[in-house]
C-alpha cells in the first residue's frame, strides 16, 4: 500500500466497535515512526484526562489537522503482535476509501459487521418419518395427481432424511400447507429446534460423487498448483449453465480446506438456488454458512464471528459476504462474476470483483471467476493474459440448447400484425397451451430512459456526436446524456416519414391485458416491482408458478435468474429493443447477457425448449450472437466498439454525480469541478493529455425526490490518474462544508447516470 509521506496526522479508534467508528481521536505522528504507521496497525497512544494508556487502530492518515495542532497528542509506540483481523480489515476500508472515494466512516461501516447481539432463535426442520420405499408410494400419487410441490418435497427428503424448513418454502417455493398436508399423510414431521446454528443437518447418504472431467481436473489442479507454488492468480472459468463450474469450485475449496484454509463464495442471492445450497452443505457439513437477506444482523454478525474464531470454513454469500473476517483465507470464488448486483450502489461504489482481487493478494488466496457471459471487463483481462483463462465445453448431462427464433418486428407491422406477439410467438404459444406446458413471457425493461423509435423502420432517435440514443423529456425534446447535445422532438420519423415515431412504452401491465384478451382463459402470472414489494410476494408468485398455478409468467429480468422450471418449454422475449437503447455504453452488454439468461430459461427438464426473439433491430450484433449462444462472437464486436469509444474496460472512466436541493447550486458546483479538473489537466501536462472530460450535464434522471442531479465524466487510461482527480475533488469539498448538496464518485459505473 502507498501511503503519502508527507500524512502526519493519523485517525485513531480507540474501541474499535461499529458504534464508535464515526468518533476517531487525531493523533501526531512521530518522525521516527512515520515509516511503521499505516491504516489497520495497532497503536499505544495517551487517551483521556488521565493520558492512560490505550491501544487503538490507526485507520486514516492525512497531512492538515483538524484541531490546532498544539492540541493533539502524539502516537507513543506501535503495538508489536502485528497484523490483526481486525487491522486486516482496516485496510480494505482504507482502500475502498481511496480506489472508489468515500469516508473512512462509510468505508468502514462497509467492511466492519455491525456488532449485534444474538437472540435465542427457534429454527424449524423437517423430518422425514417414513421410510424411502414408502415414500415413493406417495410421490407416484402425487404424480398421477399432479401436486408438484409435494413431489418436490418427497424428491428432496427421498436424498436427505433431515431439511431445513426455510430452506424448503424459499429454495424450492414450497407453501407451507403442503408441508402441513404432507405431515397429515404422515410423511414427515415439522420439528422446532432452539439451536438455529446449523442450518443443515445432514444425516442422510453420503454425497455422490461425480467423476470429473479431463476439463474440470485441469481447471482444479491448475489453480491449485499456483497457490502450492505461492502464485496466487485470477482466474476465469468460462461455461454455460450446467457446464460444471460448481462441481470446479467444490474440487478447488476441498482441496484449499485440506490445507487448512477458508473460502469465500459469492453468488448472487437470486441466482443462490436450493440444489446448489445442498451440494455444498453435503460438502463441507456445517462448516459451511450462508449469509442472505433473510438473517437478522444478529445472525449475520454470530456468522463473521464464528468465520473469526475459525469454526467454518465456507462462507457463500452475495457481496457483502467478500468481507468475512477468515484467519487464513486460501481462495475466494465469484460466481455470475457478470453480475450488475457485485457493484454496490452506496459509497463506496466498490465492485465485488476487484475487491475480492485486491483482500486476495493481501492474504495471499487465489480468486476463481466464473460466468456463462463474462463482462467484458473479465474477458479482457483475461485475453490480456491478467487472469488465467479456462474455457469449458457445452452442458453436462442431457439437456440440449433451445433453439432460438429470431422474428422481425418491423415485418410485423407490414403484415398488418399490430399485437404485442408475434405470428411465430404466438403459433408456439399456441401448441404449448395445448400441451399443458408452460411460458415466459420476458419484457426488458429496466433501465429505461424513453428512447424513441420509429414502429414502421426501427429508426431509433440517435446524438449526432455520440453512439447512444436520445432520451425524450416531458418538455418534448430528446437530449443526449452524453455531451448535452439536444433537439426537438420531430413529429414524423426523420427515415422513412411515418407518423409511428413513439417512446416504446409496453409494460408487463399491457401485455397481461393482451394475454387475456387474445388467449381467453389463460392463466397469467405477473412479476415485476409492482408486483412484488416483499420478498414474501416474489417467492409467493415463483412458488405459484413452480406449481403449475398458471400457464405463464410474464415479468422483467427478475424473471430470467436462477430458477429452474422444468416444465417451461418456451421463452418469449417481448421487445430485446428495450434494453439495447438505453444511453448507456453497456447497454449491448446487458442485453447479451439478458437474452442468453432468457434462453437459458427454456427447456431445463427433459423436453426440448424454444425461444423466440422479438426485435426490431434482428440485425443488432448483441441480438444474432445471443440467438446463436456464441459468446466469443459478441465479445469480438463489443470489444472493438469499446476500443473506438474508449470506454471501459480499454480505459476507466470515473463519473462524478453531484446531488443538489437546488438546481442552481447543482450546476455552479459541477461547473466549479470541472473547473479543478482543467486544473489539474494543465498541471499534469502528460497524464492531462490523455484525459478526456465529457460534461458536466444534467442527469438521465434529473431529479429525484426533488434533489437535483448532475454528472461530470472523465475517462483515463490510467485508474490511478482517477483516484488523484477524485482526492482532489473530495478535497475541494471537505474546504467547502457543502450544505444541501453532496457528491458521489463512481469509478467504471455499471450504469450511467
Ligand atoms: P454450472 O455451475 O456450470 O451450472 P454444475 O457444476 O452445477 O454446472 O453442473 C451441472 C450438473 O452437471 C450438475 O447436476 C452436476 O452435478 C453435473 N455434473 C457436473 N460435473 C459433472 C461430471 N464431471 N460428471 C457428471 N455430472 C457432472
Ligand atoms: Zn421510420
Ligand atoms: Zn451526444
Redesign the pocket.
Known amino acids: 500500500m502507498v501511503i503519502d509521506m508527507a500524512e502526519r496526522y493519523a485517525d485513531v479508534i480507540i474501541d474499535i466497535s461499529h458504534e464508535k467508528v464515526d468518533r476517531p481521536f487525531q493523533y501526531k505522528i512521530p518522525e521516527e515512526l512515520s515509516q511503521a504507521i499505516f491504516p489497520g496497525v495497532r497503536v499505544h497512544v495517551p487517551f483521556g484526562k488521565g493520558n492512560t494508556d490505550r491501544i487503538g487502530y490507526v485507520v486514516d492518515l492525512s497531512d492538515c489537522p483538524d484541531y490546532p495542532v498544539e492540541k493533539l497528542k502524539t502516537i507513543t509506540a506501535v503495538d508489536d503482535k502485528g497484523m490483526t483481523v481486525e487491522g486486516s480489515q482496516i485496510q480494505v476500508a482504507y482502500w475502498l476509501k481511496r480506489q472508489y472515494g468515500s469516508t473512512m466512516f462509510a468505508a468502514l461501516k462497509t467492511v466492519l459487521p455491525a456488532k449485534q447481539k444474538l437472540r435465542q432463535l427457534e429454527r424449524k426442520k423437517v423430518v422425514r418419518c417414513i421410510s424411502p420405499k414408502m415414500l415413493e408410494a406417495v410421490q407416484q400419487q402425487c404424480i398421477k395427481k399432479r401436486q408438484v410441490a409435494k413431489v418436490r418435497v418427497i424428491e428432496a427428503l427421498m436424498e436427505e432424511e433431515v431439511l431445513p424448513y426455510e430452506l424448503l418454502r424459499q429454495k424450492l417455493n414450497v407453501p407451507s400447507s403442503t408441508l402441513q398436508a404432507l405431515e397429515k399423510q404422515g410423511c414427515l414431521r415439522i420439528e422446532t429446534e432452539n439451536l438455529y446454528r446449523n442450518p443443515v443437518k445432514l444425516t442422510g447418504q453420503e454425497e455422490k460423487r461425480v467423476r470429473l472431467s479431463d476439463a474440470q481436473r485441469g481447471i482444479i489442479d491448475g489453480v491449485l498448483r499456483d497457490y502450492r507454488e505461492g502464485q496466487n492468480g485470477t482466474y476465469l472459468v468460462h461455461g454455460v449453465t450446467g457446464s460444471g463450474k460448481t462441481e470446479v469450485y467444490l474440487g478447488i475449496i476441498e482441496q484449499m480446506v485440506g490445507m487448512g484454509k477458508q473460502a469465500i463464495v459469492l453468488i448472487p442471492e437470486i441466482a443462490l438456488t436450493y440444489q446448489t445450497l445442498l451440494r455444498f452443505y453435503k460438502r463441507f457439513g456445517e462448516r459451511v454458512s450462508v449469509i442472505n437477506s433473510t438473517l437478522s444482523k444478529g445472525e449475520k454478525y454470530d456468522q463473521v464471528r464464528r468465520a473469526k474464531n475459525g469454526e467454518i470454513d465456507v462462507i457463500i454469500g452475495p457481496r457483502s459476504a467478500l468481507f468475512t473476517p477468515f484467519p487464513n483465507l486460501g481462495v475466494i470464488v465469484v460466481d455470475e462474476e457478470h453480475e450488475g448486483s457485485y457493484k454496490s450502489e452506496s459509497m463506496p461504489k466498490y465492485h465485488a470483483r476487484e475487491t475480492a482481487i485486491m483482500i486476495a493478494s493481501m492474504q495471499h488466496a487465489s480468486v476463481v471467476l466464473g460466468s456463462a457471459t463474462p463482462s467484458v471487463e473479465a474477458y479482457y483481462r483475461a485475453r490480456k493474459g491478467e487472469y488465467r483463462l479456462f474455457e469449458m465445453a457445452g452442458r453436462h448431462g442431457s439437456s440440449a440448447l433451445p433453439k432460438v427464433y429470431t422474428v422481425d418486428l418491423r415485418e410485423e407491422l407490414k403484415q398488418g400484425n399490430r399485437s404485442v406477439f408475434s405470428r411465430k410467438l404466438r403459433e408456439l404459444m399456441e401448441q404449448r397451451l395445448q400441451a399443458g406446458e408452460q411460458i415466459m413471457l420476458f419484457l426488458n425493461r429496466r433501465g429505461y430512459a424513453g428512447f424513441v423509435s420509429?414502429r414502421?423502420?426501427?429508426?431509433v432517435m440517435k446524438c449526432p456526436h455520440c453512439d447512444v440514443s436520445l432520451s425524450e423529456h416531458r418538455n418534448g425534446m430528446l437530449i443526449c446524456h452524453y455531451c448535452g447535445y439536444e433537439e426537438r422532438r420531430p413529429a414524423n420519423?426523420?427515415?422513412?416519414?411515418?407518423k409511428?415515431?413513439m417512446g416504446f412504452k409496453a409494460g408487463t401491465e399491457q401485455i397481461e391485458t393482451a394475454l387475456h384478451k387474445e388467449f381467453p382463459g389463460v392463466r397469467v402470472l405477473r412479476m415485476d416491482a409492482d408486483t412484488t414489494g416483499t420478498k414474501e410476494s416474489y417467492e409467493k408468485i415463483l412458488s405459484a408458478f413452480a406449481n403449475e398455478k398458471a400457464d405463464i409468467l410474464v415479468g422483467t429480468q427478475m424473471i430470467v435468474k436462477g430458477h429452474d422450471f422444468p416444465n417451461v418449454t418456451l421463452v418469449g422475449v417481448l421487445a430485446a429493443d428495450l434494453s439495447l437503447n438505453q444511453n448507456d455504453y453497456r447497454a449491448g452488454e446487458r442485453t447479451f447477457q439478458l437474452l442468453t439468461q432468457a434462453a437459458g430459461r427454456a427447456g431445463r427438464g427433459d423436453k426440448p425448449g424454444e425461444v423466440v426473439i422479438q426485435t426490431y433491430q434482428p440485425e443488432h450484433y448483441s441480438i444474432v450472437h445471443a440467438a446463436n449462444q456464441d459468446y466469443i462472437g459478441f465479445y469480438e464486436e463489443e470489444i472493438a466498439y469499446r476500443d473506438l469509444m474508449r470506454y471501459p474496460p480499454i480505459e476507466h472512466m470515473l463519473a462524478v454525480l453531484v446531488i443538489s436541493r437546488v438546481q442552481e447550486d447543482g450546476m455552479a458546483l459541477s461547473g466549479e469541478m470541472t473547473n479543478i479538473v482543467n486544473r489539474w489537466r494543465v498541471n499534469h501536462a502528460d497524464a492531462g493529455r490523455k484525459l478526456q472530460i465529457i460534461g458536466p450535464t444534467e442527469a438521465s434522471v434529473g431529479r429525484i425526490n426533488d434533489w437535483y442531479r448532475h454528472i461530470l465524466y472523465m475517462k483515463h487510461e490510467d485508474y490511478q490518474a482517477l483516484v488523484a482527480i477524485k482526492d482532489e475533488l473530495e478535497l475541494y469539498c471537505k474546504d467547502k462544508e457543502l450544505k444541501n448538496q453532496s457528491v458521489q464518485y463512481d469509478f467504471d459505473p455499471v450504469h450511467t447516470y
Open positions: 420509429c414502421a423502420c426501427g429508426h420519423c426523420p427515415e422513412c416519414g411515418s409511428y415515431l
